[in-house]
C-alpha cells in the first residue's frame, strides 16, 4: 500500500459586478410620429400590427422562446449532482436572481 496521498480543490472566478441604472426613453419611432403623443403612437401601432411581416415575426418569436423555455425546463432541478461534494455556504449569505420572466 502506497503512503502517498493527493488532495485538489478547484475555485471558479468570481465574477465582478457592477449595479447602475439607465434612463430609457422611447426611441426608434418614424420622424413623423411624435411618440408622447398617444393617439399618434396608437395609430402606428394598429397600422404595423396589421402588416403580414408582424404576424410571421410574432409567430417565429414564440417558436424560439418556446424552444429556450423547454430547455430549462428539462433539467431536474431537484437532482442532486454533487452530493458527495461537501460545501462550505456558512460565508456567503443565501442570494438569487431573476433573469428572466416569460408569460
Known amino acids: 500500500v502506497s503512503g502517498e496521498m493527493s488532495e485538489h480543490e478547484l475555485n471558479t472566478e468570481r465574477s465582478e459586478m457592477d449595479v447602475h441604472g439607465v434612463n430609457h426613453t422611447e ?3 418614424p420622424k413623423d410620429i411624435n ?46 449532482y454533487f452530493a458527495s461534494e461537501d460545501v462550505d455556504l ?11 420572466v416569460f408569460r
Not at 395609430?43 to 410571421?56: A, I, L, Q
Not at 456558512?90 to 428572466?100: D, G, L, R, Y
Request: proline share 5%.
Open 35 to 80: 411618440p408622447n403623443e398617444i393617439e399618434q403612437v396608437a395609430r402606428f401601432r394598429k397600422k404595423v400590427e396589421k402588416e403580414e411581416s408582424y404576424v410571421t415575426t410574432i409567430l417565429n418569436l414564440g417558436k424560439s422562446m418556446e424552444h429556450c423555455i423547454k430547455q430549462n425546463m428539462a433539467v431536474d432541478i431537484y437532482g442532486e
Open 27 to 29: 426611441g426608434g419611432w
Open 90 to 100: 456558512a460565508n456567503e449569505p443565501p442570494s438569487a436572481k431573476t433573469i428572466n
